[in-house]
């Protein structure tokens, strides 16, 4: 994996993150709610590990947060 990827992987993470605290959600309840571990939301929220998610997680996340999912996708400048 190249480094302009493992950025963005590591801003879903964070962005994932944000939402998860607007809506006020631990990472149990969200992990719960996407029928994944809490170690697994830890670990992509983690701005120091780079853990890819499929789309179909991620779709699963935007629809908790009642947002499009690309919303999670929308990236700062990662070059």
């Known amino acids: 994996m190249n ?3 493992k950025k963005r992987y590591i801003q ?3 962005k994932i993150a944000y939402y ?3 809506n ?3 990472q149990e309840e969200l992990a719960e709610k996407i029928n ?8 992509v929220e983690a701005p120091n590990i780079v853990t ?3 789309l179909n997680t991620l779709f ?3 629809d908790v947060f ?3 999912p690309y919303k999670l996708l929308e990236f700062d400048d990662v070059k």
């Open 36 to 43: 994944r571990s809490t170690g697994f939301v830890g670990q």
């Open 60 to 62: 699963s996340i935007a």
């Open 24 to 26: 006020g959600f631990t």
């Open 66 to 68: 009642q947002i499009q």
């Open 52 to 54: 890819p998610i499929s």
């Open 12 to 14: 879903i993470g964070l």
């Open 20 to 22: 998860r605290k607007l």
């Open 3 to 5: 480094s302009v990827d």
